[in-house]
Structures are given as C-alpha cells and as structure tokens.
C-alpha cells in the first residue's frame, strides 16, 4: 500500500491547532527521529501498536495500540510503528496544549503517555473512527469537530505567550529581555508563564523555530551551504549550528542530508524525519 497522509489546519481552532493528519501505510525503514516543533501532538492509534521513545531514544519508550500523546519537547522524539501505520494526530500550536486537553504542559515535558488516561475525549472519539467506513477527510472532520466541543479559551496567560511566540517566530534570535518589556512584563515572569503556558523557555523555543525554519529552507538534493545558513540564521559558526542541529534532530547535518536522501524522493520532502534503516 503506498503511504498515505493527509493534513490540514481548521481555520476556526487555527490558534491552538497546528495540524490534524491521517496517516495510513507502511514505511520502508525500521524507525525514525522526528526532530520538536514546539508542539505538543496526540495520536489516536487505529491499526497496529506503535512504540515512542522520547529523549532521542534515551527516555522510557511506550508501546500503544490506541493513542498517544507527547509532551512539550526540545529533542527528538523516536517513532517505530509495529506494522501498518494507520492512525490520525492533532498538532497543537505552542500554546494549545492547555486550551484544547485541559493538561498542564509542564507535567507531560519530554514525556509520552497513554492518550486515553490523559484525555477523557479519546476514547469516544477513536470509538467512533474505528465505527466510520470512512474517508480521510471525514475522520478529519470528526477530529476537527471533538477538539471544537472542548470550547478551548484562552486566558491572559495564553494571551500574552501567543504574542511572544509569534514575535519569537518572526525573529528566533531575538533576545528575550527585550521581547518581555515589550510585553509589559518582567524577563523572569515571561520565562515563569511560558513555561506554564507552553512546556518550555522561551529561549529553548526559540532555537526550535530556528531550525525549523532551517529545515524547511534545506534543499537535501542540492549543493548546502551551512556556512551561509549559520550566517543567514543568526548562528555565530558553524560549530554552534552543528551543536544545536544535533540536538534538534539527533544527527550531523551531513547524517541528516543522507537518511533523507535516502529514503524520501524530491518531492517527499519531510522536513524534521531521519529515517533509520
């Protein structure tokens, strides 16, 4: 079966919901790294089990035929489905993790845990996907339609990290101090309530969109320049950008090039996924 996935972003939850997707097939390698995106992401599980490591591999691993959600992280996450990828996922904008599951961020950092003992939602929800011969745009609907019935709000807490993470977002290397009186705040009370609010530092976000923003400029089939993307993003050397890539993926620039070269064609560009053969 070819691998298919279909994703999307609800316009009407657009300031908590990054992405829902459905996933369904086989991929052609054992495991894979999939690098943070300062999201936290619920998967509900309708095939095979699938086990996460989180930590790069280092944290305990779950196995779990029927969802899980990952916390706020800053290192890669490790994916091996135990067969047939079949399942569909929310991914939450830095700030939607609170509204939308009603979890604190903090508790579940760096974490993987068993969706249905977090979210009283999911159960109902992967019940009625798994009753539905349906399209992969019908699950969606559904999906988009149980994270709407939450009535996610935002406070002023969510208010205020909103604006800081789009301000983060427009300039990763800008400094934090700055960002804070800007908004009327102090640093230590910014860092308190991001950390509340999101799962992590403001600063441990910023490098994250940074090199999400890297990632998504890398042409893995060309010629890279990392002493220019080091430069153009704000890295004082390339030593500093190779320091934070690792962290970010779990590889080398040079490591992560190959294992995309290696498995994804030109056009199934997945930017943050270092397959494993």
């Not at 990828?85 to 509204?99: A, F, S």
């Not at 019940?127 to 349906?134: C, H, K, M, T």
């Not at 700055?178 to 910014?190: C, F, K, Q, R, V």
Request: glycine share 8%; charged share 25%; proline share 8%.
């Amino acid at each position: 079966m070819e691998f298919q996935f279909v994703s999307r972003r609800p316009a009407a939850l657009e300031r908590f919901v990054e992405s829902v997707w459905y996933a369904r097939g086989r991929i052609d390698y054992t495991s894979e790294r999939i690098a943070p995106t300062g999201s936290t992401v619920a998967v509900v599980v309708l095939g095979d089990p699938i086990r996460e490591w989180p930590a790069d591999g280092a944290g305990d691993p779950l196995t779990t035929s029927t969802g899980f959600l990952i916390g706020p992280h800053d290192r890669p996450v490790v994916n091996e489905p135990l067969g047939e990828t079949h399942c569909v996922g929310v991914v939450t904008t830095p700030v939607g993790c609170g509204p939308l599951f009603g979890l604190s961020p903090p508790a579940l950092r760096g974490r993987v845990v068993e969706l249905l003992d977090v979210w009283p939602a999911a159960a109902g929800l992967r019940r009625s996907l798994l009753a539905r011969n349906a399209s992969p745009d019908e699950l969606l609907d559904l999906v988009t339609a149980t994270l709407a019935a939450q009535e996610p709000r935002a406070t002023a807490a969510v208010d205020r990290c909103e604006r800081a993470v789009a301000a983060l977002e427009a300039d990763p290397a800008r400094g934090i101090g700055a960002l804070a009186a800007e908004l009327g705040i102090s640093h230590g009370h910014l860092d308190k309530e991001f950390l509340d609010v999101v799962g992590l530092s403001p600063r441990a976000l910023a490098r994250i969109l940074r090199l999400r923003v890297l990632l998504a400029r890398l042409d893995v089939y060309g010629a890279v320049d990392w002493a220019e993307l080091a430069a153009d993003l704000g890295w004082f050397d390339q030593s500093h950008l190779i320091r934070d890539f690792r962290r970010h993926t779990g590889v080398t620039p040079s490591e992560y090039v190959a294992a995309q070269r290696g498995s994804f064609a030109p056009d199934q560009a997945a930017p943050g996924f270092v397959p494993k053969r």
